[in-house]
């Protein structure tokens, strides 16, 4: 195993040490902290805010502004994040909810034509496909409460990149081939992102100068330049004019919320994960209640697949049908993580066969596959503070709108409302009140930044990939229980079930040829995945073996930490 260059044979004596609580002067040690994410450079940007005395909460703000920049395609200051923090001075885990809002002119029908029928990428494509973003605020929120540097010190990387350029990598170009249609739809759009119209050749040099100009502004005057005044107006009138609803009175309330996450235990681990908005903390805690009544290593292979199939059924099934913003919910949804709640759902899964949907209530049409878009990174720095990130600006490119002469480009998070009852968004997922359109309430969510802890170590985990990330942890915290490495679990081939569309996606090599036709036997449907999905991110401690391990999920093809260093 190799760890990042920040580290030596002493890093693993001090945080043992200081993992246990022990107080040592800081100067002992040469542990500096670890960093993971998606891109070279902004880990590289990361580790050097840890390197020069930054805490975890400096380098995730500078890591969350410079993937902001060097992979626009995937998240953004026009997009939204959950933080997962745990604060090694309090020694109390936090959620920060940074979740876009929809504007306060929004209403439930607000993508439906006057039959009632969805108006085609309403949704999903320019300025009324966007929500409030919340990254702007969550950077300036985690700078004064928890940051001990400037605001301005920890933007300058992402300035830099954004004002010099950088050579746009392979999933930028895959992702603007993709995208390129709606990327031509809007001229301030196709002018920054693609080259003379056209897709742009490996080795491009992006460069972001209106971008560039509205990081300076909130490095000089805060996140309060980018939802009030002059910018706010600038932005608001781009907005207004290509369709959008949002107001000045949207942009001055909105605001991070500090939540409580959810709590679970799995067979001697504890799993804590964002709330809701979020349906991450709930739906991978419903599922593995459920399996938690089964001796699962006691099953052959293909039971084992199929009982936890059966489990995320029944976990999406009551994300579809219950979940949303909780601040516009009457209901309480702790019921989800009890044990008899869990011993309820058990009784309907039968063991050798797939549960028919239709006993569950609802039924569903037809799924379309979304891409790899949205990004986490973690970090951990030498005072035991850890910090785990998934933001995104939904769709690769978002809304593909950006407000003139800002280079902000807008999120389409508004998709992941249930715009119509019953109705798939971009992921297949259907949902219903809860999760209808409401003016100022938050989208629900699938972004999942997880911790897993355990006598044998504590991992940060977290993954893009939409309604597909939580099933994507699932499996990772299995294989961490079943004794695999930050690398098996970040490469593990995936399956996944989200109750609606009723199938098994999987990615080859998933299954075995005999699993395929046993669970075809027992009735369920497979769909074989055209791509790879998720890029997940681990940082792990290893109490055992006294070793912090990094990985990177190889289907990100960035350099790995390895390859790096
Ligand atoms: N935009 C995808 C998600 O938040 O689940």
Request: hydrophobic content about 35%; glycine content about 8%.
């Amino acid at each position: 195993m190799k760890t990042s260059k920040i580290f030596d044979h002493w890093l693993y004596v001090s945080f043992i040490l200081f993992y246990s609580g022990t107080i040592f002067p800081n100067e002992l040690f040469q542990f500096k902290g670890a960093v993971v994410t998606s891109n070279a450079l902004a880990t590289e940007a990361g580790e050097k805010i840890l390197a020069e005395g930054g805490n975890a909460y400096d380098a995730a703000t500078t890591i969350s502004a410079m993937l902001s920049v060097v992979e626009p395609f995937a998240s953004g200051l026009g997009g939204g994040a959950f933080w997962l923090i745990y604060d090694a001075k309090s020694k109390e885990y936090k959620m920060l909810d940074a979740r876009e809002t929809a504007p306060l002119q929004s209403h439930k029908n607000m993508y439906l034509d006057e039959n009632e029928n969805i108006i085609k990428n309403l949704s999903t494509l320019g300025p009324l496909s966007a929500g409030i973003p919340g990254i702007p605020a969550v950077l300036s929120y985690v700078n004064d409460k928890y940051g001990s540097k400037k605001l301005s010190t920890l933007l300058t990387p992402a300035y830099k990149a954004a004002i010099n350029g950088f050579p746009v990598n392979e999933r930028y170009l895959k992702g603007a081939n993709y995208k390129k249609k709606w990327l031509k739809k809007y001229k301030e759009t196709e002018a920054i992102f693609l080259d003379k119209g056209e897709v742009p050749k490996k080795g491009w040099i992006l460069k972001q100068t209106d971008l560039a100009k509205t990081i300076k502004k909130i490095m000089k005057d805060g996140h309060k330049s980018f939802y009030t005044g002059s910018f706010a107006k600038k932005m608001l009138e781009s907005v207004r004019n290509n369709g959008g609803i949002w107001s000045e009175e949207d942009l001055n309330r909105y605001k991070v919320l500090e939540r409580e996450p959810v709590r679970s235990s799995y067979k001697g681990i504890s799993i804590i994960a964002p709330g809701l908005p979020s349906s991450g903390g709930l739906v991978l805690s419903n599922a593995l209640n459920i399996l938690a009544g089964y001796e699962l290593d006691k099953f052959s292979p293909t039971t084992q697949k199929h009982l936890i199939i059966e489990a995320l059924r029944r976990a999406y099934y009551q994300r579809a049908i219950k979940m949303g913003d909780p601040d516009f919910m009457d209901e309480s949804l702790e019921f989800l993580l009890t044990p008899s709640f869990a011993a309820k759902q058990r009784e309907s899964i039968n063991i050798t066969y797939a549960t028919d949907n239709q006993t569950l209530e609802f039924a569903n049409p037809t799924y379309q596959g979304q891409g790899n878009d949205t990004t986490h990174f973690a970090v951990i720095d030498k005072f035991g503070n850890r910090v785990a990130v998934t933001q995104s600006i939904n769709f690769w490119f978002g809304s593909a709108f950006v407000p003139k002469g800002t280079g902000i480009l807008l999120n389409n998070e508004m998709d992941d409302f249930s715009i119509k009852p019953g109705t798939e968004n971009g992921y297949g997922l259907i949902g219903y009140n809860a999760n209808a359109v409401e003016p100022g309430k938050r989208m629900l969510s699938s972004m999942t930044p997880t911790f897993l802890e355990s006598n044998k170590g504590f991992v940060i985990l977290g993954t893009p990939g939409g309604s597909r990330i939580i099933s994507m942890i699932l499996l990772a915290a299995l294989e961490w229980i079943d004794g695999g490495n930050a690398k098996s679990m970040v490469s593990l081939p995936r399956f996944h079930h989200q109750y609606h569309p009723d199938y098994v996606l999987y990615e080859e090599e998933a299954f075995m040829p005999n699993e395929i036709n046993e669970l075809e036997s027992m009735g369920h449907i497979l769909k074989k995945s055209n791509r790879q999905f998720g890029n997940m991110q681990i940082i792990m401690w290893d109490h055992k073996n006294n070793k912090i391990e990094i990985a990177s999920d190889p289907r990100g093809k960035e350099k790995s930490r390895e390859e790096i260093y």
